[in-house]
DNA sequence: CACAAGGATGAGAATTGTTCTCATTCCATC
DNA sequence: GATGGAATGAGAACAATTCTCATCCTTGTG
């Protein structure tokens, strides 16, 4: 029995405390993007968390989500995904870990990083370091 | 001393042979974009492929760069690489392989798929099959 | 507790990669 | 050489994202 219009969302304390650990100032708009982003893990489009957030009652805009969404991620808040060419996925989950992509439904599902193992990785190009890993394993519904 | 303008091709008859193989009609425009994207193992854009095309003195238009990459890709002789939100790129090899991004300059390295050892792959979701795994590794220059 | 000063917000325009429309052109077949 | 269906292309349409810049907040200061 879920109230309509009343997601489950993420304690404004916890978010305010997520983002200033990094450095973000906690305003309105960035902790009701976070308490949105960070309720559960998930993989919500920039689309989708403007609905949510305005779903609500706050007032935000697209603009915001966007400038919101993207300093998460250079700070580290949020990883963004590129599955397909058309839009980005935004997963609180910053952790290493990997995706099952259903190019059926659309659906994004987390594979926790130990549960596959990469072995002999090759090493990087000349001058460059590792940054992250991303492993996308692709489903079609059968 | 490379000719300017006259970057190497992949032989029209390559081409033809492989476009029929897939049951593809081997029309002028669809040669063309062939022998651009045929021509060696090599990430590019439709962009990149549309001025190479025109550079080798053909007329085309991006709407058929388009048609021709969507239908190259439905009918196997192209992979289609997301790896950010900008624009899509495309791939001749089409055997499993995997790629090293840099962040930096935006180069794509690829990886063979025997480089790479992927062990104990998850189960896929009840009710789907594994269709493809891409493995982008995300470097730094450094 | 006013009060700057700089940062954040937002309405809407702009940008850009990609798709769509549909009149025209091409091509395989007869 | 005709012809019917497929392919092409100019340009409009779309959609995700970014940009502009006037207005609004926050945060520290007096
Ligand atoms: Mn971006
Ligand atoms: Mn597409
Ligand atoms: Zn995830
Ligand atoms: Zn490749």
Redesign the pocket.
């Given at each position: 029995m879920s109230t309509p219009g009343t997601a489950q969302l993420a304690p404004r304390a916890r978010v305010v405390e997520l983002l200033e650990r990094r450095g973000v100032?906690?305003?309105?708009?960035?902790v009701e993007v976070g308490q949105v982003l960070f309720a559960c893990p998930q993989h919500l489009?920039?689309?989708q968390i403007l609905e949510r957030v305005l779903a609500m009652g706050a007032?935000?805009?697209?603009?915001?989500v966007?400038?919101?969404l993207?300093l998460f991620s250079e700070r580290g808040l949020v990883r963004t995904l590129s599955i397909d060419?058309?839009?980005?996925f935004y997963d609180p989950t910053t952790a290493p870990h990997h995706h099952f992509y259903n190019v059926d439904t659309g659906e994004l599902i987390d594979i926790p990083a130990d549960a596959l193992a990469l072995a002999s990785l090759p090493a990087p190009p000349a001058g460059t370091a590792h940054e992250r890993i991303d492993v996308i394993i692709r489903v079609r519904s059968s």
């Open positions: 100032t906690a305003t309105q708009q960035r489009s920039a689309d007032r935000v805009s697209k603009a915001t966007y400038n919101t993207n060419g058309d839009r980005q």
